[in-house]
């Protein structure tokens, strides 16, 4: 399967609001409520900061939030700070019952 | 404090096989299905297997079917990669991570680095 296409960056100045798509198919993003969203900073981790399309963990800022709809899925980040600078991935579970990770959005602030 | 440790890693030919483990603590480790994903160098993360709680269910991507083998010590706490016939694309940090809900991970270990290289 290939990755879920997301743009390869998008920019804002702090404050401002921000919005990355993730397209896949029917056989993924379109099928199920399983719509991960993922912060990395360099040399780190990956981070969790969407589940299930549009739910928070616990200690995840309001300003992220998530949407879907049909075979593409949103991440937006309101409140633009310095420190969302980083890169952002989607995920989504899949109908062979595998995971399957997004081309990747370089958020720069400007 | 949820807790995944990863090891295992290193430099490895072509052909070649290592062992991944993942330790975890601060959790019921039987009581969530766990996952490894893995980075390779500049690129996004790329899914690479799960393993249920009871270990009764197993998948993997299709570019490590036949060659890696996902396990787990449900007493040990500990997550295993077997990994066989590797490939220099297999070249990647490979992390554990733990499932909150249907392919959503929300803890990482910090990740252990295999090089496969002649």
């Known amino acids: 399967q290939s990755a879920l296409t997301q743009p390869a960056s998008v920019s804002g100045s702090p404050g401002q609001s921000i919005a990355i798509s993730c397209t896949g198919t029917?056989?993924?993003?379109?099928?199920?409520?399983?719509v991960s969203w993922y912060q990395q900073h360099p040399g780190k981790a990956p981070k969790l900061i969407i589940y299930d399309v549009s739910n928070r963990p616990s200690g995840v800022s309001s300003r992220f939030s998530g949407s879907k709809s049909g075979n593409t899925a949103s991440l937006s980040i309101s409140g633009l700070q310095a420190e969302d600078e980083a890169d952002y991935y989607c995920s989504s579970y899949t109908t062979s019952s595998t995971g399957l990770f997004g081309t990747g959005t370089k958020v720069t602030v400007l | 404090e949820v807790q995944l440790v990863e090891s295992g890693g290193g430099v490895v030919k072509p052909g070649g096989s290592l062992r991944l483990s993942c330790a975890a603590s601060?959790?019921?480790?039987?009581?969530?299905?766990m996952h490894w994903v893995r980075q390779a160098p500049g690129r996004g993360p790329e899914w690479v297997s799960w393993i249920s709680g009871s270990t009764t269910s197993i998948y993997y991507t299709d570019s490590v079917k036949g060659r890696f083998t996902i396990s787990r010590d449900n007493a040990q706490n500990s997550l295993y990669l077997q990994m066989d016939s590797l490939r220099a694309d297999d070249t990647a940090v490979y992390y554990c991570a733990r499932d909150l809900s249907a392919y959503s991970y929300d803890y990482w270990g910090r990740g252990t680095l295999v090089t496969v290289s002649s």
């Open positions: 601060g959790f019921i480790f039987t009581g969530f299905s």
């Open positions: 029917s056989s993924d993003v379109g099928a199920y409520n399983y």
